[in-house]
């Protein structure tokens, strides 16, 4: 079992629809939650940090995270064209140690 | 936010020659960095880990003969591919973090390697 699970889609939205993406995870001593956006040949920028379980807003970005679960999700609202990119959630037992998802591609429809 | 730099962004090479990449953190000092290959569609395979002034630890089946690192200063890391084939033809990716207690990772741009 891997230690992060992502579906990697491809998920294709209309603009200005609510898109939630998802990861789960199976290690208990995850404290620390990344997403991070990923333009084609580009790399890999910071969209949220969370720790430990618990909603973070930033804009149209809600980040939330479900220890009990398992369970992170990052929701985007009122999806632009500009949203299309490939999304990473990362985790960290310690922050020195990182895991990433294999990434969800998303594509949003003007 | 953390900025990441990787020089070059796009490097050809013949077969049988080294490419350095260098992957510098611009304003903030980095303990730690990762290298990290990418193929198209897929997601990041973490090489190595390097923290300043030690060597780096390999992820196992990475050859750490054909993939040098080096992480001389807390804003420098280097990644030496020596003797380059077509199939190393990748996405190198770069990411640094400070090393403090939950501390995230930043990403430099990338850089694409293509060997003839």
């Known amino acids: 079992q891997k230690e992060v699970e992502q579906d990697p889609g491809p998920l294709s939205v209309p603009e200005g629809a609510i898109v939630s993406l998802n990861c789960t995870y199976s290690n208990s001593a995850f404290q620390y939650f990344m997403w991070y956006r990923q333009y084609s040949r580009k790399g890999p920028e910071l969209l949220m940090y969370t720790y430990s379980s618990g909603n973070k807003e930033d804009g149209r970005f809600t980040a939330q995270v479900d220890k009990s679960s398992k369970y992170i999700s990052l929701f985007i609202r009122d999806s632009q064209p500009s949203d299309s990119a490939t999304y990473l959630c990362?985790?960290?037992?310690?922050?020195?140690?990182?895991?990433f998802g294999t990434g969800t591609s998303l594509t949003v429809i003007p | 936010g953390a900025v990441v730099s990787q020089h070059p962004s796009r490097v050809i090479c013949k077969s049988g020659t080294s490419v350095k990449i260098e992957c510098r953190s611009l304003?903030?000092?980095?303990?730690?960095m990762f290298w990290y290959r990418q193929f198209p569609k897929q997601s990041l395979m973490l090489m190595a880990t390097s923290n300043e002034g030690s060597k780096a630890t390999y992820e196992q089946g990475v050859e750490k003969d054909k993939f040098l690192i080096n992480h001389a200063s807390l804003t420098l890391s280097t990644l030496t591919v020596t003797s380059a084939h077509p199939e190393d033809s990748s996405f190198y990716i770069c990411?640094?973090?400070?090393?403090?207690?939950?501390?995230?990772?930043?990403f430099g741009p990338g850089t694409r390697l293509l060997v003839l």
């Open positions: 990411s640094a973090s400070s090393g403090g207690r939950g501390e995230t990772q930043y």
């Open positions: 304003d903030f000092q980095a303990t730690t």
């Open positions: 990362a985790m960290s037992p310690t922050g020195n140690q990182f895991y």
